[in-house]
């Protein structure tokens, strides 16, 4: 493995030990690289808006390959570390997860992203499935010489409303030691933001807690203040981003004029981020 990937990794799992590492994430090689040029440590794949910008959806709409060939292009685009959403690891099994994780890995990435959920909506995998698809991605990863590999995996308890209400915290919490114990460092639960669950998860489990932010969430400070420590916005950038083409295409075509492109970066900053 090489040397600059082995450094990368270890440096991606030193932002996770305090603080809280926020994650404006990218979906092709020009956002990653203007996200890494504002300042970001490190640079998280949204699969939304990788797929979107293959003509694919979301939710398992990619081919590992399309997945992966987009990671390969960003991890090239930057110097921080790469983590990848690799979603359901594009398969049900270890084996699956597996194959998908020796491939990232190859295309420089140095985290993963790896979802608990089945499918859209749920349901989920139980527990110990889960368990058996982490150890396959940690024992892929030692394999391909990158045992600093950042492994993230997301719980869709909240995001997919399973379970009653009221115990959905504690679920979230068992899985959490589950996880741990399989290998996990991370653990993503997209849909909670509510502070005082977000403090009684971060008290209950050793894992790197990371949220998913949106207009209206609690801010950076408030999360990093409960012990948040991993803070990312999905889609928010693609889909902010693809609202300026439309509004600006309806401009051109509705009405003529192009006012709405006014205060663009210059051609000269975009193609200045890459050498060839």
């Known amino acids: ?34 996200i890494a040029s504002a300042g970001a440590r490190a640079i998280a794949t949204t699969s939304g808006g990788v ?24 991890a090239a685009a930057v110097e921080v570390p790469v983590t990848a959403d690799i979603e359901g690891g594009y398969g049900p099994s270890p084996d699956d997860v597996t194959a998908t994780v020796r491939a990232v890995v190859e295309a420089g990435a140095v985290g ?16 110990d ?7 396959a991605a940690r024992r892929a ?16 308890v909240f995001l997919f409303g399973i379970g009653a209400e009221e115990g959905r915290l504690d679920e979230v919490v068992r899985r959490a030691g589950v996880y741990r ?20 998860l971060t008290a209950a489990t050793t894992l790197a807690v990371n949220v998913m932010v949106w207009p209206g969430a609690p801010t950076v400070a408030e999360l990093e203040k409960v012990g948040v420590r991993r803070i990312s916005v999905g889609t928010a ?36 981020l890459f050498t060839s």
Not at 112 to 127: H, M, T, W
Not at 129 to 135: D, G, L, N, T, V
Not at 240 to 257: C, D, I, N, P
């Open 51 to 74: 797929a979107w910008s293959l003509g694919r959806t979301d939710g398992h709409g990619l081919t590992r390959e399309e997945m992966v060939g987009q990671v390969a292009r960003i």
């Open 129 to 135: 499935e889960q368990a058996a698809r982490i150890r």
């Open 141 to 156: 990863a030692e394999e391909a010489g990158l045992p600093d590999l950042v492994v993230n995996v997301r719980t869709d």
């Open 112 to 127: 993963i992203n790896l979802e608990d959920s089945v499918a859209p909506g749920g349901p989920l995998f139980g527990a």
């Open 181 to 200: 114990d399989a290998g996990a460092d991370g653990l993503f639960v997209p849909g909670l933001v509510d502070l005082d669950a977000l403090e009684a």
């Open 1 to 34: 493995m090489n040397d600059s990937i082995v450094k990368k990794a270890q440096l991606l799992r030193s932002f996770h030990e305090s603080g809280a590492l926020v994650l404006p994430n990218a979906w092709d090689a020009a956002s990653a690289a203007l």
């Open 237 to 272: 950038l693609a889909q902010s981003a693809y609202t300026v083409a439309l509004e600006g295409a309806r401009q051109v075509l509705e009405t003529g004029s192009y006012d709405s492109l006014a205060g663009s970066l210059d051609f000269g900053t975009l193609n200045g």
